[in-house]
Nanobody, 124 residues
Framework: QVQLVESGGGLVQAGGSLRLSCAAS????????MGWFRQTPGKGHEFVAA???????YYADSVKGRFTISEDVAKNTNYLQMNSLKPEDTAVYFC??????????????????WGQGTQVTVSS
């Protein structure tokens, strides 16, 4: 059983930065892909970024060039570095894990395990 715990959310002004962390337990690195999604009121989960078990990374067009996904194998933790934040980035951010190879990393259904979410609020 994989358990994911996010942290690092908060309130930041537009143009600022935050780093989200996703600590994973029960997961064997090299066999899972990790993803980040976000949700705003009234909307479904929106894909943000993902990293395959082999290290390939993927980003939504809306965050490309501003967000970076990475991981620390020793700490079993995945990170989402968010720079140049905009008010439209305000959402609850979730990390997710799923067995790799995964048919598609941008869809919620591909992931089996989810964290509890962390709120990110960007003020204008």
């Amino acid at each position: 059983q994989v358990q994911l715990v996010e942290s690092g959310g908060g309130l930041v002004q537009a143009g600022g930065s935050l780093r989200l962390s996703c600590a994973a337990s029960g997961r064997t690195f090299g066999s899972y892909a990790m993803g980040w999604f976000r949700q705003t009121p009234g909307k479904g989960h929106e894909f943000v970024a993902a990293m395959r078990s082999g290290g390939a990374t993927y980003y939504a067009d809306s965050v490309k060039g501003r967000f970076t996904i990475s991981e620390d194998v020793a700490k079993n933790t995945n990170y989402l570095q968010m720079n140049s934040l905009k008010p439209e980035d305000t959402a609850v951010y979730f990390c997710a894990a799923g067995r790799d190879p995964m048919p598609v990393v941008t869809r919620r259904y591909a992931y089996n395990y989810w964290g509890q979410g962390t709120q990110v609020t960007v003020s204008s």
